[in-house]
């Protein structure tokens, strides 16, 4: 992989705002952490079958708002969260309505939402009957992976 394309990779990773990205091409790999997510510094991993290369990346101006602390759920209960990293989505479409509400009562295997990981986009089901209590993200929202995404009770 060329360096244009390496420097054109991390451009895009600091103003998209995204914590990481992967490419792979042929037996190259590049893996590059954004410094301003909350993994340690930002870095770029370049390998090949040879011994791997790591290049620091500068940060890019580093936000000057306080850190935000994680909203810890009001609500008790099963957590179900994301099993990868992706955008999460309350509806199959944006005409139609959301798979579930707050309030409505869930059954083991019941579609909760879709996470639209490259280009493919994943049903998350339940593994727990109960009552959604609260929807910890919004549509259209990127997740991590483990992310807390329902609290049903």
């Known amino acids: 992989m060329d360096l244009r394309k390496l420097k054109t990779l991390i451009d895009l990773v600091s103003e998209s705002g995204i914590s990481e990205l992967e490419v792979n ?10 410094a301003g997510s909350s993994v340690p510094a930002g870095q770029v991993v370049y390998t090949n079958p040879a011994p791997a290369q790591a290049i620091q990346v500068a940060p890019a101006a580093a936000p000057t708002a306080a850190p935000v602390a994680e ?33 409505d009562t869930v059954t083991v295997g019941q579609t909760l939402c879709i996470i639209e990981a490259m280009k493919l986009l994943n049903e998350i089901e339940s593994e727990q009957a109960g009552v959604i209590k609260q929807i910890l993200c919004q549509n259209g929202q990127g997740v991590e992976f483990d992310q807390p995404l329902f609290i049903i009770a």
Not at 78 to 93: E, H, K, W
């Open 25 to 34: 091409e042929g037996e190259d790999r590049v893996r590059i952490v954004n």
């Open 71 to 103: 909203e810890a759920p009001a609500e008790t209960g099963f957590i179900a969260r994301s099993p990868m990293v992706g955008t999460f989505y309350r509806a199959p479409n944006p005409e139609s309505p959301d798979f579930v509400k707050v309030g």
